[in-house]
């Protein structure tokens, strides 16, 4: 059973730039979740994709946008860098008819901004 | 704001129970309780929910109190490879909240 795979495991970029992180979900799963978590600190939920739309976002500025593919993998997109962008990211899976709904996390992608 | 509250830190020895509490004072009758841990620098991981019924799953057990107002997640027999952070979360399910709010957790060190 696949479980959810994220990509690259880990990233350096320089303050201003742009970067894509990706995603795909356990299998079976339609529904993916982004999460960011700073060092230190619990994971803080960024937005959920389902239907290939956003459907619910946390409290993050617009450079915070995303995509998700017929295929339910999805894309975290970050622009105009900034330092504390520096964290884990992380994804999440889950299948809508499940009405308890737990989400499956992957490994993570460290970004580190500098 | 995340709506439990957990002991920051706890030891437990090795083979031995270790119970894990979560407060949840303000909890709703819609909303589930789901106990996630964390392993240093990995993805979270699922370990069990509930909403008022004692679970038990391969990896733990949750007992929540009849008022549901706190539960305790339960590792039997702790092993070394068990320490990691604890995050007890809640949130409805027949609702439009699809997030999960984490609190800061509990460090659980499993101790030789």
């Known amino acids: 059973d696949a479980g959810v795979t994220q990509s690259p495991t880990h990233l350096i970029k320089t303050r201003g730039q742009q970067v894509t992180l990706r995603c795909s979900p356990k299998s079976g799963h339609d529904t993916v979740s982004w999460y960011q978590q700073a060092l230190g600190q619990g994971p803080q939920f960024i937005f959920q994709y389902y239907e290939e739309e956003e459907r619910q976002r946390g409290n993050f500025p617009d450079r915070f946008s995303g995509h998700q593919f017929p295929n339910y993998s999805s894309e975290l997109n970050v622009n105009a860098l900034l330092l504390g962008d520096s964290a884990l990211y992380l994804c999440?899976?889950?299948?809508?008819?499940?009405?308890?709904?737990?989400?499956?996390f992957g490994p993570g992608t460290r970004l580190t901004v500098t | 704001d995340a709506k439990t509250t957990q002991p920051p830190s706890m030891d437990c020895a090795e083979g031995r129970a270790a119970n894990l509490p979560c407060n949840h004072s303000?909890?709703?009758?819609?909303?589930?309780v789901y106990w996630y841990r964390q392993i240093h620098s990995q993805g979270p991981q699922y370990i069990i929910h509930?909403?008022?019924n004692n679970e038990t799953n391969e990896m733990a057990s949750l007992i929540i109190t009849e008022d549901r107002k706190s539960s305790t997640l339960i590792l039997p027999h702790a092993t070394l490879r068990d320490t990691a952070v604890y995050y007890c979360?809640?949130?409805?399910?027949?609702?439009?909240?699809?997030?999960?709010?984490f609190g800061t957790g509990t460090r659980l060190k499993v101790l030789a």
């Open positions: 979360i809640v949130r409805a399910v027949d609702t439009r909240t699809y997030k999960y709010i």
């Open positions: 999440a899976s889950s299948l809508v008819e499940r009405v308890t709904y737990e989400q499956y």
């Open positions: 509930g909403l008022k």
């Open positions: 303000t909890i709703s009758g819609n909303e589930y």
